[in-house]
């Protein structure tokens, strides 16, 4: 017991740091409008701090290798901190872009790190509940961090949710600093090595649908506020309801997929997930005009996309199960050149098209992770029968 409520700690800091990543899509406009760009300018922050996080993140950790967990956790809050002084301090698009890339990064370790630090903190075979916890923390800046931002954006400035943020952040590398114990990090592999595993066509072939799915939930996720309140006329606080409502149907889908892998097999979840999340995309586009079927279809699919990823996690750990920390660190960066991916399309057709376009390139997207999902599947059966 004695530390439990070291795990519970770093989930709450987990809480407050995804609150700092995804918060931005819940209040897109408002920012737009503060700094005096379109939206689809705006959307480009989230692009910015997708690539910082992707890139970054691994270069910074064979950079501090020699560091121990506490000390990387405590540069991860430092660099985090730094990146909302900037973000409050420093006037203007530009910087605001800067901001986010160090957001970005310092995102990127302090996530990769807490997840080894809390199962070093676990007892024997309790890992994984301490690993989950970090990742309800994290997903649950998706509940309720999205749609409190949206509030607070909607009666102050949107500003404020920073100086809250960066409030906490300090709070959490005082705990940190008093309570973790020093822990050695582990023996970082090199880029090389992850990226000769991407050789394997069975590897490159799951990765790629990870990118996919995720770029075409970027398209959507990053322009949702704006999409609610122009495609179907939704303003005020039926924004920020909705947005709570998503968030409960991602962590009920992080749920489904597990119980369905377990039930029907992984290859039948995933297939599920990326098939509904095709059709319910391609409905909302088709159901513009009805703002209740709309918001239905859009839980629909946030139920299926959150469905996709622990399922996909679990399917990559049994294509190489030697290898299950540099398939996991390559997921996460395939996942977050999705997201900039995603980002920077949907702001190029935000800003040259209607806004109804982000639901049928999602639709696109999606069906291409499909395609790849079946030639895999195909190819995977092929080579089993020409090994029998």
Do not use: H
């Amino acid at each position: 017991m004695n530390n439990t409520w070291k795990i519970y700690m770093l989930t709450l800091i987990s809480f407050l740091v995804g609150t700092s990543q995804f918060v931005i899509s819940g209040i897109l406009d408002k920012v737009a409008s503060s700094v005096g760009v379109s939206v689809s300018a705006a959307g480009q922050l989230i692009t910015v701090f997708a690539l910082a996080n992707a890139i970054g993140t691994p270069v910074f950790m064979m950079a501090t290798a020699k560091l121990d967990r506490r000390k990387q956790l405590l540069l991860a809050l430092a660099i985090i901190f730094l990146g909302i002084v900037s973000t409050l301090a420093l006037p203007g698009f530009g910087f605001l872009m800067v901001s986010r890339i160090i957001l970005g990064v310092g995102t990127g370790i302090f996530v990769v790190t807490s997840y080894s630090t809390a199962a070093n903190l676990a007892l024997p075979g309790r890992q994984a509940g301490a690993m989950s916890n970090i990742a309800l923390g994290f997903s649950a800046s998706l509940v309720l961090g999205v749609p409190i931002g949206r509030v607070i954006a909607s009666a102050y400035d949107w500003r404020v949710i920073f100086w809250g943020i960066g409030i906490f952040t300090v709070l959490g590398f005082i705990a940190i600093s008093k309570s973790i114990p020093s822990m050695e990090s582990e023996v970082p592999v090199p880029l090389g090595e992850q990226l000769a595993l991407l050789k394997n066509s069975k590897v490159a072939f799951t990765l790629g649908v990870s990118l996919f799915v995720f770029i075409g939930y970027s398209v959507v996720n990053t322009y949702i506020t704006p999409f609610l309140t122009s495609a179907i006329s939704i303003s005020g606080r039926g924004v920020s309801v909705i947005l709570f409502a998503l968030g409960i149907a991602s962590l009920f889908g992080s749920k489904l997929g597990g119980f369905l892998s377990d039930r029907i097999g992984t290859t039948r979840t995933l297939i599920g997930s990326i098939v509904v999340q095709t059709l319910s995309l391609a409905m909302v586009s088709a159901f513009s005009g009805f703002a209740v079927v709309v918001i239905m279809l859009l839980m629909i699919w946030s139920v299926a996309v959150w469905m996709f990823g622990p399922t996909q996690n679990f399917n990559l750990l049994s294509i190489a199960p030697e290898a299950s920390g540099i398939m996991l660190s390559l997921n996460s960066t395939f996942v977050q050149l999705g997201f900039a991916a995603g980002a920077g399309i949907g702001g190029i057709a935000v800003g040259g098209s209607s806004i109804l376009a982000i639901c049928w390139i999602g639709t696109a997207a999606v069906a291409v992770a499909l395609f790849i999902t079946v030639a895999s599947i195909g190819l995977t059966r092929s080579l089993s029968s020409e090994r029998g």
